[in-house]
């Protein structure tokens, strides 16, 4: 049995390690001063990694960054839900926030204030929100997707990988909240396919309606 598998069945042990690791309530978002020293502090000496950003990095969810990856001013990452994995030549403009769990596979290009988020708040009117359980919902952009300024990425309610397929171009502001195809471009709240690729014309048409 793996570490993190002994820990999720042993409830008491797992929140006095917690208790160790992040902050005091009532946010535990932002990880405690030693964890800081050792485990983020030096991912800012890696190349691509601007001094600006922000990374909220837990020791048992990974963080990885490919090469030639940016991160660029004022960007957002945290772990602490899941894995955040970013491959190789991955651009994540100004003032973007990624909340794993995700995955941006080569080449995917994020222009400025794009919001990814794979996890969701429970909805208990009677406690505060920050008290609440959240829940993981992964998002995978595949090779090659482009996010224009402003757009929200969110994963899906039922937890199931929101998938955003290879070559997919996202509109300026869209709200995405469902799969999008391959070869397309998506726009708008919440975001509907206008246009994909058309192989034998070798141009962009717009979808069949079936």
Known sequence: MSVRAYLKNNPALKKIILSFIFRRKPYQARVRWYIWVWHIFPRYFRRGIDW???LDLVPFHKFIL????????NVVINNGMGDVIIHDEVHT???CVLIGPITLHKHVGLSQYV??????????????????PTQAAPVILEEDVFV???SVIMGKKNGEPLVIGKYA???ANAVVMNDIPPYSVAVGNPAKVVRVWDFEKNTWVKPTVN
């Open 52 to 54: 600006s950003s922000r």
């Open 66 to 73: 490919g090469k030639y990856s940016r991160i660029e001013k």
């Open 93 to 95: 403009g100004i003032g």
């Open 115 to 132: 919001r990814i988020l794979g996890m969701h708040h429970g909805s208990d009117v009677l406690s505060p929100h920050h008290h609440q």
């Open 148 to 150: 224009g300024t402003g």
């Open 169 to 171: 171009r996202i509109g």
